[in-house]
């Protein structure tokens, strides 16, 4: 009798460990919004330029925000893109409102176009560049940059 408890309160652990491990997974996407949360769309895009005026292709353009936790703070990626042979780049994403990211550019290729060190732009969003807004959805905020990258 013993074993045959013991072998359905296993089994019944089991399936326990599977739903909440289901739910865990689910509810790990930081680019969906909880139903019912206020939300905007933001497109970032631009150009990364050498110091000559140049376009640089190959170069990681990550669009972040910065948390304060605790003591310090904690960085949020919400978009990557890369460069083209053009260097232009163009990311787009959903995110609650916020007030202001950072777009950081990185030389991943090594020396193929360049050898270049990474540069960030701080960028402020106001109540102004959201356009289009209607009940949770709070508009769209479209952002044009350049970045200048300077070689190592």
């Not at 013993?2 to 289901?22: D, S, V």
């Not at 005026?53 to 703070?73: H, L, Q």
């Not at 890369?82 to 090594?110: H, P």
Request: overall charge negative; charged content about 20%; some cysteine.
């Amino acid at each position: 009798m013993k074993n045959f408890q013991h072998t359905w309160l296993i089994k019944i652990g089991n399936l326990l460990a599977l739903l909440l491990t289901l739910m865990g997974i689910n509810s790990c996407n930081n680019n969906v919004v909880e139903y019912g949360a206020p939300y905007a769309h933001f497109q970032i895009k631009g150009k990364v330029m050498d110091s000559n005026s140049k376009p640089v292709s190959g170069i990681r353009v990550d669009c972040t925000i910065n948390y304060p936790y605790g003591e310090g703070s904690y960085t949020d990626t919400l978009a990557t893109e890369l460069t083209n042979e053009s260097g232009k780049f163009d990311t787009n994403f959903s995110y609650e409102s916020i007030s202001g990211l950072t777009v950081i550019a990185t030389d991943t290729d090594g020396i193929n176009n360049g050898s270049f060190e990474k540069d960030s732009v701080d960028m402020k969003i106001t109540n102004d560049d959201y356009k289009g807004s209607k009940g949770w959805f709070e508009g769209t905020v479209t952002k044009d940059i350049t970045i200048t990258m300077k070689e190592k």
